[in-house]
C-alpha cells in the first residue's frame, strides 16, 4: 500500500528514527513527499511561497524524510543531491512530490508541470502516465548506459587476457535507461564534456559538476615531503570497475605506498591475496568517517588520490579528497577536469600507472604546496552544494525554456 505524507508533522517518530539510524541500509519504495510543505514547516518558508507549479521527482527520498538536525550533511553524494534537486525546484517555482527511483508501484494521480526522473526502473512507467504536456527530464549520475556498460566489460575481458582471472561483473546498469534517454526532452548528467559527449546521439544534454561539503580540515601543518610517496585510492563499489586490478599489479612494481579504502569483494580478494596482504606497500584502511581524526589522519598521510575508473558521473569519493587537498591522478572517465593542478591518465595501462606514480613522488615540495592550494581553491569555485544549486536550477530553466519555444 502507498503511504503518503503532506508534511513532515505526518510521519511517525518510529519511522524517523529508523531512518536516522539505519540510513543508507533502510529502503522505503512506497513514500511520495511533498518538498514544498517540507520546506514551509522545516525552514521558515511561509505559505506566501507556495507555488502553482507542480513538479514529480524521481530520486531519492529517504535523506529528506528526517528533520533537518537529523540528514546527511558530511557526505554530498546522494544525500546532498537528494536536497538540492527539490530545493532547485522549489527555487524555480515548483512545488515538488517526490518517490523513490526504484519505486515501480506509483501512479501519478494529478496534473503535473515537470517530471525529473532517474535510472530505468520507474521513468517509463511514470513518463507513460502523465500529461502529454508535460516537460520530461532525465537526470542521470553518470555516463550513457551502454557506454557505461561496454566500458565494464572491456575492463573484465581486459583482465581475464591479462591474468587469466575470469571475475562477475560488478557495477553494470542492469535496468534499460534507453526509454528515458530517448524520451526526455533533455538530459542533465553529472560530470564534465567527456560525460556530456557520451549523451552526443541525445539533442539537449547539460552536465554539472558534483559536490562536496566543506568541513574544518587545513592543509597548513601538513608534512608534504612525508606524503610525497603516498597514494590513496578512495572509490565506492566495483573493484574492477573502478582499476583497483590496476592499481594493484602496478605496486608490485615500486616502492611507493597505496592506501585502499573500498570494499573487496570474496572473489576480487581471492584473484588479489598475495598483493592485497603480502605486500608491505599496500595497505587495505577501514571505514572512514568524515569528519573524523581517522580521515584527516589518511588525507595528511597521503599526497595523491588515484583512480583509473572506466565509467563515472562525477565520483563524490574524489571530490572529497580534491577538497582536501590530494592531487588527482585519474582516468578522463573519471569525468573531472585536472587542469594544471593533476594528471589525466592516457590509456589506464599498468605501465602508465607505474611511470606516473614514479614522476610525481620525486618533484620538489613547493610542488605539492602549490598544487594543493589549486585544487583547494577549484573545489571552493565549482564544487560547492551552492554551485550545485545554481547550475541544476540554471539546467532546468533551460530546458524548460527550450521546450516552451517550440
Not at 326 to 353: H, Q, R, Y
Request: proline share 4%.
Amino acid at each position: 500500500m502507498q503511504r503518503t505524507f503532506n508534511s513532515i508533522s505526518d510521519i511517525p517518530q518510529q519511522i524517523i528514527n529508523q531512518l536516522s539510524a539505519l540510513k543508507t541500509n533502510y529502503s522505503e519504495k512506497h513514500i511520495i513527499y511533498d518538498y514544498e510543505e517540507f520546506l514551509v514547516l522545516q525552514e521558515g518558508f511561509t505559505k506566501k511561497h507556495c507555488a502553482a507549479k507542480k513538479a514529480l521527482l524521481s530520486y531519492l527520498v529517504i535523506p529528506l524524510l528526517p528533520p533537518s538536525d537529523k540528514r546527511d550533511t558530511v557526505t554530498f553524494s546522494n544525500a546532498g543531491i537528494a536536497q538540492s534537486l527539490p530545493r532547485a525546484l522549489n527555487e524555480l517555482g515548483y512545488s515538488v512530490d517526490i518517490v523513490n527511483y526504484n519505486n515501480e508501484h506509483f501512479v501519478p494521480d494529478k496534473k503535473y508541470d515537470l517530471f525529473i526522473g532517474h535510472g530505468g526502473i520507474n521513468f517509463e512507467t511514470i513518463a507513460k502516465k502523465l500529461d502529454p504536456d508535460c516537460i520530461k527530464i532525465y537526470f542521470s549520475a553518470g555516463i550513457y548506459w551502454r557506454e557505461w556498460n561496454q566500458a565494464e566489460e572491456k575492463r573484465l575481458d581486459e583482465l581475464q587476457k591479462r591474468r587469466g582471472i575470469t571475475l562477475p561483473a560488478d557495477k553494470l546498469i542492469e535496468r534499460d535507461e534507453e526509454y528515458a534517454n530517448v524520451s526526455a526532452e533533455g538530459i542533465i548528467c553529472l560530470g564534465n564534456n567527456y560525460a556530456k559527449e557520451t549523451y552526443s546521439q541525445f539533442p539537449h544534454v547539460i552536465a554539472i559538476n558534483n559536490a562536496v561539503y566543506p568541513d574544518s580540515y587545513s592543509i597548513s601543518g601538513k608534512n608534504f615531503e612525508n606524503a610525497r610517496n603516498n597514494f590513496l585510492f578512495f572509490n565506492g563499489g566495483g573493484n574492477v570497475h573502478k582499476g583497483l586490478d590496476l592499481l594493484l599489479e602496478a605496486f608490485t612494481q615500486v616502492e611507493q605506498h597505496l592506501y585502499i579504502r573500498q570494499d573487496i569483494k570474496p572473489a576480487f580478494f581471492k584473484a588479489y591475496k598475495k598483493e592485497l596482504t603480502e605486500y608491505s606497500n599496500i595497505h587495505l584502511l577501514p571505514f572512514l568517517k568524515k569528519p573524523s581524526k581517522e580521515f584527516f589522519s589518511v588525507m595528511d598521510t597521503c599526497n595523491f588520490v588515484i583512480s583509473p575508473t572506466c565509467a563515472e558521473g562525477q565520483p563524490g569519493s574524489i571530490i572529497e579528497s580534491m577538497a582536501h587537498g590530494l592531487i588527482p591522478i585519474l582516468s578522463k572517465e573519471a569525468n573531472i577536469d585536472t587542469k594544471n593542478f593533476g594528471i589525466t591518465l592516457k590509456d589506464n595501462s599498468v605501465e602508465e600507472i607505474v611511470s606516473a606514480v614514479k614522476e610525481v613522488s620525486q618533484k620538489p615540495v613547493e610542488w605539492y604546496t602549490e598544487k594543493a592550494s589549486l585544487i583547494m581553491e577549484e573545489v571552493q569555485n565549482y564544487y560547492t552544494p551552492e554551485r550545485f544549486l545554481e547550475n541544476m536550477k540554471n539546467a532546468v530553466d533551460e530546458m524548460v525554456k527550450l521546450k516552451n519555444r517550440q
